[in-house]
């Protein structure tokens, strides 16, 4: 047998799932360490755990964006479905409810996706945080690409009001959240309320309503 066939042999008694890239690690130390190695078990198992570190810390960075990568496309999934239930119930104000149903926590909404009534409930909870004000018509495409940049702009200053305004209430815990919420409304509104703090705090006392209901 070589080196590094008896080298393999003893790294693979360890069972680390890992014993070729490990014996190839190994092997890097040079010919008079590895042959201290073979007739030295306690030393072969320290240098075989440190081995294993070095290994799982290389592979975390790429397991985790596994994970994220999957836990991006389950939320893509969900937020289809959950569109296309709410767009039953309420199709002309689908995609804000969407957006609002969607601060919830995963574990809620997978919970009522195939529920009917569960859904039902949530939308007319979420249509109660909304005003009664219509929301004003979406522009042209063209009008649209012109205007991004100044929406998103405003959608920070006034996300950032609203957090900040939320933080000196009861509900400072979920100021993010509620924040979120509120922002799906029409920003020419959220200025009006903004004004408003009484109103304002009913408006907020809702959206806590619906997150209250999710947790």
Known sequence: ETLGEELYDLVDV????????ITGMLLELGKEQVKQLLVDPHQLERCIHTALKTLQQA??????????LDSKNIKEKLA????????????????????MLLEMESSFL?????????IEDAVTRAQAALTESPVPQQSSSSQR???DS???SETEMLGEDLYNFISSTQYTDHAEKI???????????LRKLLTSPEE??????CAAKVLEDAL
């Open 14 to 21: 360890y069972k680390t799932g890992h014993s070729e890239k």
């Open 59 to 68: 592979e975390a960075p790429e397991k985790q964006k596994t994970l994220n």
């Open 80 to 99: 289809e479905k959950l569109f296309t239930e709410v767009e039953n119930i309420d199709a002309n104000n689908s995609a804000t409810i969407t957006g």
């Open 110 to 118: 997978h919970t009522i996706i195939n529920d009917k009534k569960a």
């Open 145 to 147: 690409m012109d205007e």
């Open 150 to 152: 100044d929406m998103d």
């Open 179 to 189: 924040a979120g919420i509120l922002l799906e409304m029409p920003h020419s509104i």
């Open 200 to 205: 304002l705090k009913e408006k907020i006392k």
